[in-house]
């Protein structure tokens, strides 16, 4: 496994905690933490990442 895959998936949940972090400090809360909601949103897709059959063999 290459430094490079290994910076997609670092980039992906990068990506992932800025958007859930945006969407809630629009619509849930006005804090800088995430809401209950959200923050088990980005629980879940830190999870599938971390079992993404393709994992850090993903090609972009």
Known sequence: ?????K???RKERKSIRIMINMYCGK???K???LCEECSDLLAYAQKRLDF?????DKIR
């Open 1 to 5: 496994m290459s430094e490079g895959n």
């Open 7 to 9: 910076n997609i998936l």
């Open 27 to 29: 619509f849930h809360n």
């Open 31 to 33: 804090e800088d933490e």
């Open 52 to 56: 993404c059959p393709w994992g850090e």
